[in-house]
């Protein structure tokens, strides 16, 4: 992209499976994710970015198994269950940004199982299994010039994770 009069937001996403679960009533949330062996998650992006007079926002990423569950009832069950056998949640971002007016942002992110949960239920039970036989890989690799604003790369690489919130 050149002489851009604006921002610039370039995504590049992969998957295996992703869900998002939202319940306003009592509920018991089954949740069971498998990415099997020889998958290949792959996300890479190459961006050639000159001349732009806003920000620059560039994002790889990749996950195996993701969910997100948010429940608001009185009493609530979660049983989750991820398994990630694929070969390597990958990605990769090979950017080269010059003469940009505003900021530059970077972001590389490979995951094999992420969980996220969160619910103000007084009585909650919780079972999250998390099962990760693959390689997770990110990188970033850039030349970035003559940038007017802040410049931040974020590079990371996930087996699992898993997020909790009960108010």
């Known amino acids: 992209m050149t002489d851009t009069n604006g ?4 995504d590049s996403i992969a998957g295996g499976n992703n869900a998002e679960i939202v319940t306003m009533n009592n509920t018991n949330v089954v949740n069971k994710q498998y990415v099997g062996s020889g ?7 190459n961006a050639n970015v000159q001349n732009t007079t806003g920000s ?3 994002d790889s990423e990749t996950a195996c198994n993701q969910v997100s569950i948010s429940t608001d009832p009185h009493e609530v069950n979660v049983d989750s269950s991820q398994d ?11 950017a080269n940004v010059q003469n940009t007016d505003g900021g530059v942002t970077l972001n590389s992110n490979a995951t094999g ?5 969160d619910t103000n239920a007084p009585y909650s039970n919780i079972k ?6 693959s390689m997770e ?10 940038t007017n604003g802040n410049v931040t790369a974020t590079s990371v690489a996930i ?3 898993a997020e909790i919130v009960h108010y």
């Open 7 to 10: 921002n610039v937001a370039l």
């Open 39 to 45: 998958a290949d998650i792959v996300s890479i992006l």
């Open 56 to 58: 620059v926002s560039l």
């Open 84 to 94: 990630c056998n694929a070969t390597d949640p990958y990605a990769e971002l090979n």
């Open 113 to 117: 199982n992420s969980f996220e949960e």
């Open 128 to 133: 999250n299994v998390q099962t990760n036989n």
């Open 137 to 146: 890989y990110s990188s970033i690799n850039t030349t970035v010039a003559n």
């Open 159 to 161: 087996g699992n994770n």
